[in-house]
């Protein structure tokens, strides 16, 4: 596929509307609604950690009713099981055999608030799915999407009763986002608009399933060059070999790195990935999965000071020091 100037106008018509929609409803974060639409549109999975009340779930519920498409979600409890999440097969009377009552992850957006407060069993439902868009439940496998993406909420300041997050699910997720509290006139308007009702029960969708996957499918397509290739490369290597760092990038977190990247230039309205397009991504694809040797989280350093070492430390391609 050739990505075609008029198809990055009717990308870009897209994103915007999406962001705007929900801006509606999330005042003041426009940055944060990019990089979640961004993260929808490269077939990814989002986890947003921030303290309770400003807005996590209701961001993620906005991204659904912005598009016309499937929605659930799943209240994450100690007692929730696998089956709560992928479904069960249970007997019917009338038909004498076996029938799959699917669970609330075949849906194209799934909304798992609170995760880190199911057990660690629980969690692993959602492994196969988030990887390889499926569910196998009794030796039956079967598909999800497109498009489907989880978006999944956490409280990092309250521990008590919550199972942290296993690397090898956290690695599953493209992004970690953080909400932060918003500036005193943003909540200021907050105050006005959501004062007698709630904006969210206004929204209305304004794409539709087809049109996020034709997005997905247009970001896919935009161009790569073998040098940006090599610098993809060789930020996840900085990472693992920074004497900081215990555990740096993974592959997947390259793939990821990638994707979101492409996606990036053709918000920007570009049919090839530019340096810049990667550094805009790197710390949101990066931020959750280093992690630090104990004594340098001791001196007070943090993942956020490597990736930026690691942004300025790698030669970008097409500067002297590159060629």
């Not at 009717?10 to 999330?26: G, L």
């Amino acid at each position: 596929m050739t990505v075609t100037a008029q198809d990055l106008h009717w990308f870009r018509q897209k994103f915007d509307a999406i962001a705007d929609n929900i801006e509606r409803v999330i005042q003041g974060k426009r940055e944060t609604i990019e990089l979640t639409t961004t993260c929808l549109l490269s077939a990814g999975h989002l986890l947003i950690e921030d303290v309770p009340g400003v807005g996590k779930t209701l961001l993620a519920k906005s991204l659904a009713r912005s598009i016309d498409c499937t929605f659930q979600r799943i209240q994450f409890t100690p007692d929730l099981l696998p089956s709560d999440v992928t479904g069960v097969a249970v007997w019917d009377r009338d038909s004498s055999h076996f029938v799959f009552r699917p669970g609330p992850v075949f849906a194209n957006v799934l909304l798992g608030d609170e995760i880190n407060r199911a057990s660690p069993k629980t969690q692993s439902a959602l492994l196969e799915a988030m990887e390889e868009y499926q569910v196998t439940v009794d030796a039956v496998t079967r598909p999800l999407g497109p498009p489907f993406m989880v978006v999944a909420t956490q409280n990092p300041i309250e521990h008590e009763g919550t199972y942290p997050l296993p690397e090898a699910q956290l690695d599953r997720f493209m992004m970690r986002l953080t909400m932060g509290y918003p500036g005193r006139d943003k909540e200021l308007e907050m105050l006005r608009t959501h004062g007698d009702h709630s904006t969210y029960d206004d929204l209305e969708s304004v794409v539709t399933g087809d049109d996020v996957v034709r997005m997905a499918d247009i970001a896919r397509h935009i161009h790569v060059a073998d040098v940006i290739a090599s610098y993809l490369v060789d930020l996840s290597d900085a990472s693992r070999n920074d004497p900081e760092v215990l555990l740096g990038a993974s592959p997947r977190a390259t793939l990821f790195l990638q994707r979101a990247a492409r996606t990036h230039a053709a918000k920007q309205g570009r049919e090839y990935v530019a340096p810049d397009d990667v550094k805009a991504m790197l710390n949101p694809v990066l931020n959750h999965r280093l992690i630090l040797r104990p004594e340098a989280q001791m001196r007070g350093v943090t993942v956020a000071d490597i990736v930026d070492g690691i942004s300025q430390g790698v030669e970008v391609p097409g500067t002297r020091a590159a060629v």
